[in-house]
């Protein structure tokens, strides 16, 4: 198919751009995803208006008092690069350094990977777990959204007509506490996750001050598994407690069955990746 491929001048430009041609109009930025599924015929866009045009707008990392900054056309290799990613967001880390292969990651964005709204997104779980929220802008301002609301289902998403993803932000009070991620897949490189999990914990005395858990390719959705999380928080963090909060993350779940695995296997390794991915952050050994 054909399609008109249109340089902005500017984020307000390509805002505008994008309300005036509507539903026939797709940004690109790296175009890993969209690509693909113009070429599968998924999509039959008309334009392309091309974020990378506009580059000095979209890609940066930039760490201030409150909060670290990321442009949503900042690629994965940038933000492994990172020594600020490394050294507050370590659980970002940790999810960039699992996602598709050198080739994949110097071209594929933050933004796209969150804007293709996919349950399975590696990038959201662990923004999750860091309470991050987004910058939205348009032709009419700005507008900042939790994560934890800007997906409405697979590839849905809050942004209205002519809205553009411009910004993660990172609350500096999400630079404490012990993180990591965990990815089940189907090979060992490349892969989409079965299931995908990112955790935060804050512990004092032995007893757990906070818990985020963040879930991946187990609903609608990427989720904070805030029932889990409401069990463990204040009580003492032993074998017993993470194994009941692996069990909560469970009912929370409402995982399918597609080519990459069955829903009664997602549900097995929600347990597995929950009471693992906790035990290793504290130190607990499970056997």
Do not use: W
């Not at 928080?233 to 692996?246: D, F, L, M, P, Q």
């Amino acid at each position: 198919m054909s399609f008109e491929y249109i340089k902005p001048e500017s984020l307000k430009n390509a805002s505008e751009l994008l309300k005036e041609y509507g539903e026939d109009a797709h940004l690109i930025a790296g175009g890993t995803d969209l690509l693909v599924q113009i070429k599968d015929g998924d999509v039959q866009p008309q334009y392309l208006i091309d974020l990378k045009s506009i580059k000095d707008e979209l890609d940066y990392i930039d760490l201030d008092r409150d909060a670290l900054r990321i442009g949503s056309g900042c690629t994965l290799s940038e933000i492994l690069r990172s020594e600020v990613v490394r050294d507050k967001c370590n659980v970002l880390f940790q999810a960039v350094r699992e996602m598709g292969s050198v080739q994949i990651r110097n071209i594929a964005t933050v933004g796209g990977n969150i804007c293709n709204a996919s349950p399975a997104a590696d990038t959201a779980t662990p923004l999750l777990v860091l309470n991050a929220e987004v910058k939205i802008v348009s032709e009419d301002g700005e507008r900042l959204v939790p994560l934890d609301e800007f997906f409405e289902g697979p590839s849905a998403m809050v942004l209205s007509e002519g809205e553009i993803l411009s910004e993660v932000i990172i609350p500096e009070f999400s630079f404490e506490g012990e993180d990591n991620f965990l990815k089940q897949k189907r090979r060992k490189a490349f892969s989409l996750a079965v299931v995908n999990s990112a955790f935060k914990i804050f512990e004092k005395d032995g007893l757990c001050e906070e818990v985020r858990i963040g879930l991946g390719a187990v609903a609608p959705t990427p989720i904070r598994a805030s029932q889990a999380e409401d069990y463990l928080e204040g009580r003492e963090i032993n074998v017993e407690n993470i194994e009941k909060t692996a069990e909560s993350a469970q009912e929370l779940c409402t995982p399918i069955t597609d080519v990459r695995a069955c829903g009664e296997y997602r549900n097995e390794l929600i347990y597995s990746l929950v009471k693992k991915g906790l035990s290793e952050l504290v130190g607990l050994s499970m056997d």
